[in-house]
Nanobody, 115 residues
Framework: QVQLVESGGGLVQAGGSLRLSCAVSGSTLSIEAMGWYRQAPGSQRELVARYSSGGMTAYGESVKGRFTISGTNALNTVALQMNSLKPEDTAVYYC?????????WGQGTQVTVSS
């Protein structure tokens, strides 16, 4: 069984920065991508950033230019550097591991950006 553990969330003032990390335990075989999603109360879960095994990245439109995703070649860890944070970024952030046959979610870490 694969387990994802997020860390780095917390409370930050608008304009500040946070760095989230996701560590993978269990099998890391056949991973196609890892990514970060977020969900605010009353909102749908949305893509924040995705890091594919080939090194390609993709970002949600609202975070382009502010957030950067990075990972190891083995995709056993992935990080999300968040700069210029806005109150609208407040959400629970979830790490996601995408394999060809299934996927796994972390438990989530709260990010709160105050005005």
């Amino acid at each position: 069984q694969v387990q994802l553990v997020e860390s780095g969330g917390g409370l930050v003032q608008a304009g500040g920065s946070l760095r989230l990390s996701c560590a993978v335990s269990g099998s890391t075989l056949s991973i196609e991508a890892m990514g970060w999603y977020r969900q605010a109360p009353g909102s749908q879960r949305e893509l924040v950033a995705r890091y594919s095994s080939g090194g390609m990245t993709a970002y949600g439109e609202s975070v382009k230019g502010r957030f950067t995703i990075s990972g190891t070649n083995a995709l056993n860890t992935v990080a999300l550097q968040m700069n210029s944070l806005k109150p609208e970024d407040t959400a629970v952030y979830y790490c996601y591991l995408d394999r060809s046959i299934d996927g796994y979610w972390g438990q989530g870490t709260q990010v709160t950006v105050s005005s």
